[in-house]
């Protein structure tokens, strides 16, 4: 059961749009964009979804991410490198200045 306040206080969240990008994977893997390139593109489709007439890029105050596999596990390298900050990589790949970047610690609960 879930409960959805008619007033919601200025700590809720609202999700306003949602975009879903896949990449088939190429046979030279190096050449597959990495993980913020993906992330940042689905981020582009959701920003587009939500903008309706205009865009709403500039209103980002937060974004946040659940831990990829290959920052979970350091000894795993992965061909395409490793963000500092892989919000903040996507942040900058959007061209935004969220107030918070959050990445999520890895667990099976991250996802919620």
């Known amino acids: 059961m879930s409960f ?7 700590s809720t969240p609202v999700i306003i749009g949602a975009g879903q990008i896949t990449f088939p994977v190429p046979e030279d893997i190096t050449k597959a964009p990495s ?3 993906i992330a940042a593109e689905a981020s582009r489709l959701a920003i587009r ?3 309706a007439d205009r865009d709403i890029s500039m209103h980002i105050d ?7 596999f290959a920052d979970s596990f350091p000894s795993w390298n992965s061909p395409f490198g490793r963000a500092d900050n892989f919000p903040g990589a996507i942040a900058a790949r959007l061209g935004v200045r969220p107030a918070r970047c959050i990445y999520e610690i890895v667990g099976g609960q991250s996802p919620q």
């Open 62 to 68: 937060t974004i946040a991410a659940v831990r990829t």
């Open 35 to 37: 993980h913020a390139d």
């Open 49 to 51: 979804d939500a903008s």
């Open 4 to 10: 959805i306040s008619s007033h919601p206080s200025s």
